[in-house]
């Protein structure tokens, strides 16, 4: 009963620290994005330098670990004249890291697209731009969808170490709860279930976003059918 | 000494430091780790797929648990719970090693299931014990198209290993900035410990990578 009390009173920052998690997450998560899209793009283009500079930078984010990133940014930044919020440290810390693992689930799953695909599209002369955004991106976002959720998950864990930048995020929360109540199992239990439940929502929405991909593809069914009450036609559950 | 973002003096002066702390803590805690999460991650792989439901559905939801939460908050969890006795590095590098093991039971669990079904009917034709089947036929099979992907997760635990520091543990990152508070100073210690993850784990990628070419059948 008293640690329920006390989830009680600190449920207010607990869910500040839910926002600052959420934060971390999605801002470090479209940072990611955009960063493995361009440099997974980069790393496939056709003049040496700029897939070398993507590589560079690929092996380098990733190479070095992301506390270290953090720490750079947050200590030896300022040093050179630019100062950043706590926040966005650590958006970009995340957004470059998992960005540059993205780098190369976008490059494998562009190059994972049958060769018949680019033949086809040069056969019909299309424009390269035209090509990629109309034939083969579309494939190549449906084979990369899991990867990428996986790694948006991995974000979302790594998230748990913006303390060390003095983020009062979930984790920080937690361990205020655990002074609070010298409850271990309780106050990490709850923070546990909270980490777990964004996890499953990160990943109930990913799936949405690959049935839908894969229906534009005309493969499986839509998203409404997916998401519908009644029973899924027979049809559609070899897909599934 | 302030007025200077990069000294090179500081930099030799911090080398030996972090190597020390990267030999002593971060591969001590890496290797370790790894032993524990490949050969645990085996164990959940093979209970999950021979085991009673009874036991073999608790097994995935907890490793499902644990693939979903944070490295950070279990260590916290486990560091609190356990008598302040216990020695930290240990507690680390266990944790370390469950945690890794999640990830690892599912590169086994897709290997397992890679093996053709007729290897499996094979073996019960020959009349093979489970035991055999798994030690003779199955394991030697799946390991070969496992090890790259255990590879990947070792390096990437090997990255993971900073976030011991919440715990305390001085390894090599923590040291760095234990080292740049001393000092005032954090661009040579950061930037050092960066290039030594760098060093250390872009050459065993490359060795991974060749390694999954010529494993691939």
């Known amino acids: 009963m008293d640690n329920l009390e006390a989830l009680q009173n600190a449920w207010p920052r607990l869910l500040d620290g839910i926002v600052i998690t959420l934060q971390l997450t999605l801002g470090g998560g479209a ?59 650590g958006i970009l810390a995340l957004g470059l890291n998992y960005g540059a693992y993205g780098a190369e689930v976008v490059r494998g799953s562009i190059n994972a697209v049958p060769k018949g695909q680019w033949e086809v599209s040069t056969a019909l002369s299309l424009r390269p731009v035209h090509r990629m955004r109309r034939i083969i991106w579309p494939q190549a976002w449906a084979i990369m969808i899991p990867s990428l959720t996986n790694l948006l998950i991995m974000l979302l864990k790594g998230t748990a170490v913006a303390n060390v ?37 990160l990943v109930l929405g990913a799936n949405a976003i690959e049935a839908r991909a894969k229906h534009k593809l005309g493969r ?3 998203l409404r059918e997916v998401l519908r009450l009644r029973p899924a036609p027979v049809a559609a559950k070899g897909v599934a | 000494m302030m007025g200077e973002v990069w000294s090179w003096e500081r930099a030799i002066d911090v080398l030996p430091v972090l190597l020390e702390a990267f030999l002593k ?9 790894s032993i524990i999460a490949a050969i645990l991650g085996l164990v959940v792989a093979i209970v ?64 397992i299931e890679s093996i053709p079904k007729g290897q499996w ?13 798994w030690r003779k036929v199955v394991i030697p099979q799946a390991l070969r198209a496992t090890i790259p992907a255990l590879g990947t997760w070792v390096i990437s635990m090997f990255k993971d290993t900073p976030f011991l520091m919440v715990i305390f543990i001085v390894e090599m990152v923590s040291r760095a900035q234990s080292y740049g508070s001393q000092v005032f100073a954090y661009t040579e210690a950061f930037t050092i410990a960066g290039l030594i993850f760098l060093a250390a784990s872009y050459p065993t990628s490359i060795l991974v990578r060749r390694l999954e070419d010529r494993l691939a059948y």
Request: with cysteine; hydrophobic share 55%.
């Open chain 1, 31 to 89: 940072l990611a994005f955009a960063v493995a899209v361009t440099f997974g793009l980069m790393a496939l283009h056709g003049s040496v330098w700029v897939r070398g500079a993507a590589r560079t930078l690929i092996e380098f984010f990733r190479g070095t670990s992301l506390l270290v990133q953090l720490f750079w940014l947050f200590y030896v930044l300022p040093l050179l004249g630019v100062t950043l919020e706590p926040a966005v440290t």
């Open chain 1, 165 to 201: 930048i003095l983020l009062h995020d979930l984790t920080y929360v937690t361990e205020q709860l655990r002074r609070a109540t010298g409850d271990t199992f309780f106050s990490y239990g709850v923070s546990m279930i909270i980490y777990f439940l964004i996890a499953c929502v």
């Open chain 2, 48 to 111: 999950r797929r021979s085991a009673p439901a009874f036991i073999a559905k608790p097994v995935h939801w907890v490793m499902q648990f644990i693939r979903m939460t944070p490295l950070v908050v279990q260590l916290l969890f486990v560091y609190y719970a356990l008598p302040s006795t216990v020695p930290r590095l240990w507690i680390g590098i266990g944790v370390l090693g469950v945690h890794y093991a999640s990830y690892m039971a599912e590169v086994y669990r897709a290997g």
């Open chain 2, 25 to 33: 803590v971060t591969l001590v805690a890496t290797v370790v780790g």
């Open chain 2, 121 to 133: 009917e094979a073996a019960t034709a020959l009349s093979m014990s489970p035991t055999r089947t």
């Open chain 1, 220 to 222: 499986g069914p839509s």
